[in-house]
T-cell receptor
Framework: GENVEQHPSTLSVQEGDSAVIKCTYS??????FPWYKQELGKGPQLIID?????GEKKDQRIAVTLNKTAKHFSLHITETQPEDSAVYFC?????????????FGKGTKLSVIP | NAGVTQTPKFRILKIGQSMTLQCTQD?????MYWYRQDPGMGLKLIYY???????DKGEVPNGYNVSRSTTEDFPLRLELAAPSQTSVYFC?????????????FGPGTRLTVT
């Protein structure tokens, strides 16, 4: 089955700086890679996703890059703000399997220091 | 539109007791999932359902059972609770065939078994 590794497990940045979280996956058939943000006491919420036919996707201050050859993808947050502080999870799946099961990384706790 | 709702929010069980975690979604999604989240371990899939009457095991199904009699409801049953089942449980749903594979998560149930 799929295995997703996520690094780092914790990340502290100064407000306004950039944050980068990296994930690697093992199954070359995986073709959908979402990123979820989990605030304290809440369920995860999708913030951005990318499919294997795209190398990069951007949404305002958030971007995701995908390197299919190396089987890794990254989340980039620019101009970080205190409200970006949360736990971020990457995930991977093969959408053609029909069940849309996601395999999650272990999460990165991001702290943005004002 | 409430999205995905879960009850209860918190529960303390004694070893050997049983309980049902409730999950309801009002988005008419056909796919539903149960995850458990342990500190530093990400989210692990317990069971999932691709429609009413159809369920299947995920990565960590032992000690749990599910049923799906309606599109809206997907209860998770714990029989003979054990301390290893102490965790936060999340229910999620998605719609097959949609342009996005986004999973919508409920707020979670925090369960302690002592």
């Amino acid at each position: 089955g799929e295995n997703v590794e996520q690094h780092p497990s914790t990340l502290s940045v100064q407000e306004g700086d950039s944050a980068v979280i990296k994930c690697t996956y093992s199954d070359s058939a995986s073709n959908y890679f979402p990123w979820y943000k989990q605030e304290l006491g809440k369920g995860p919420q999708l913030i951005i996703d990318i499919r294997s036919n795209v190398g990069e996707k951007k949404d305002q201050r958030i971007a995701v890059t995908l390197n299919k050859t190396a089987k890794h993808f990254s989340l980039h947050i620019t101009e970080t703000q205190p409200e970006d502080s949360a736990v971020y999870f990457c995930a991977a799946t093969f959408s053609g399997a029909g069940s849309y099961q996601l395999t999650f990384g272990k999460g990165t706790k991001l702290s943005v220091i004002p | 539109n409430a999205g995905v709702t879960q009850t209860p929010k918190f529960r303390i069980l004694k070893i050997g007791q049983s309980m049902t975690l409730q999950c309801t979604q009002d988005m008419n999604h056909n796919y539903m999932y149960w995850y458990r989240q342990d500190p530093g371990m990400g989210l692990k899939l317990i069971y999932y359902s691709v429609g009413a009457g159809i369920t299947d095991k995920g990565e960590v199904p032992n000690g749990y059972n599910v049923s799906r009699s309606t599109t809206e409801d997907f209860p998770l049953r714990l029989e003979l609770a054990a301390p290893s089942q102490t965790s936060v449980y999340f229910c999620a749903s998605t719609q097959r065939g949609a342009l996005s594979y986004e999973q919508y998560f409920g707020p979670g149930t925090r369960l302690t078994v002592t």
